[in-house]
């Protein structure tokens, strides 16, 4: 099933992170994939999360960051804002479906662990691969989980598992990690891509 994509006025605030969060930065290795700083996440005052490294960052029209001193090749997937947000909302529904009506019906709790799982196993699988094309596959099927994800947090509440509040807090966490995923898409199948491993591999034998 995983192997097989957002709006508002948070919008341009959520894209500037995600943009530069899935994209391949110059001169890196470890697929070179920009990152803003380590990770650390807010808490807004209604309950969602925010990226800390999201704020005053210069973000041009590519979704990639400006032209920053402090620019990193991120080493591990784990480093990817994409997969960062994929991972808050993994947290986030293995948190709901831990207890109550949900944690009793054990097949839908575990379509829900599988797709949430899904969203973050694919974007580390395809990190890994240091291909451009491949690496886009998985962040394919990463972003099919994350739409099922989507659709399992409106069953969870049509049945009611859990809340409207908490719905909104994973739905807000679900589109969220969506635009980063979308945006990654995006950009390993540009030819800008292709030119930073061709670059990085060049240096790497050089050495």
Known sequence: MRDGRDDGPQRERDEKGAKHGGNI?????????KI??????????HGTLEHASFKKRPVNGLG?????PSRVGAKSHKELIAW????ALRREIYSLISGGLAAAD???????EDAASSTC??????FARFNPREFAQYARYSASSNCEVGDLIE???????WTAEQAARAQDLQVRAGIAVGRLQRYLRSKRARRNVVRIL??????
């Open 106 to 112: 054990l097949r839908f709790r575990s379509q829900a």
């Open 121 to 126: 196993r694919n974007l580390a699988e395809g």
């Open 25 to 33: 930065a110059q001169g890196s290795r470890g697929f070179g994939a």
């Open 202 to 207: 060049s240096r790497d034998e050089a050495r």
């Open 155 to 161: 069953d969870g509440l049509a049945r009611r598992f």
């Open 84 to 87: 960062q947000l994929a991972d």
């Open 36 to 45: 803003a700083s380590p990770t650390a996440f807010r808490v807004r005052s």
């Open 64 to 68: 990639t960051l400006g032209a920053l």
